[in-house]
């Protein structure tokens, strides 16, 4: 506990230098302090092993990611002709209930095409899709896969 | 070398705008809430991370681009955290329109 406390208090500080610098370094002290009790309350520490590989080709992978997003939202929304097919379907994680899962799902929606819309009680979850007619849970369970490796929570 | 900076800023806020256009048009044009939140999600994290990029490059230290990427980090981290929310609202609704 007082390990991840450090840690959080560390990088929120480091965060707080790199966009404000050192001019207003005591509100950045009570900043920081705060926002770790905060975190530490909504996101009790856990057991994570990044893998370091797969984290970075995660984090490279994203700004694709975007870029596949945004202009697949661009093209239907300018595009006078297209329309789009919007559909919700039932998807099931693999990732327990629970923060792995919710930060899964979180990140889901910045993926192209998908955005998370609520649990069911049966285990699965909605995902609204742009495009319903595609192979929607598929990519979600290949992403899932990829977010899974990179955090080490398959193993 | 600076004409080459000031042209990739301006081609690259130029290409961020598009992709507001974009959103906003989807906004107008999407039929139902969820579908209008991939536009502004989507199309706008795009518009907005061009922005930066463009930006980025006019900046006068290795700090300032640390700013103008948190910017968006930030950005991207708070729509994540309440994109599926609205998404589970709307759906409780029944707001389709």
Avoid: N
């Amino acid at each position: 506990m007082a390990a991840a406390a450090a840690l959080r208090f560390a990088m929120l500080l480091l965060f707080w230098l790199a966009i404000a610098g050192t001019a207003a370094l005591p509100v950045g002290l009570i900043a920081a302090a705060l926002g770790t009790a905060a975190s530490l309350q909504l996101m009790p520490p856990a057991r994570l092993r990044p893998r370091p590989a797969a984290l970075a080709l995660l984090v490279l992978r994203f700004p694709w990611q975007a870029l596949r997003a945004g202009l697949a939202v661009a093209r239907i929304a300018l595009d006078p002709r297209a329309a789009p097919r919007p559909g919700t379907i039932e998807w099931t994680p693999r990732l327990p209930p629970g923060t792995a899962r919710d930060a899964f799902l979180a990140y889901a929606s910045l993926l192209p095409g998908t955005l998370p819309a609520g649990g069911l009680a049966g285990g699965a979850v909605l995902i609204h899709a742009l495009e319903a007619e595609g192979a929607v849970a598929e990519a979600m369970t290949a992403e899932e896969a990829r977010f899974a490796r990179a955090f080490g929570l398959d193993g | 070398m600076t004409l080459l900076l000031d042209a990739f800023t301006v081609a690259a806020v130029l290409a961020g705008l598009l992709f507001f256009v974009a959103g906003t048009a989807g906004l107008l044009r999407f039929p139902d809430t969820a579908s209008r939140l991939h536009a502004l999600t989507k199309a706008d994290h795009l518009g907005l991370g061009l922005i930066v990029l463009g930006l980025a490059a006019q900046a006068e230290s290795a700090g300032g681009v640390l700013r103008l990427f948190a910017v968006w980090a930030l950005v991207l981290l708070s729509s994540a955290a309440s994109g599926p929310i609205l998404a589970r609202l709307a759906r409780r609704g029944g707001a389709g329109g």
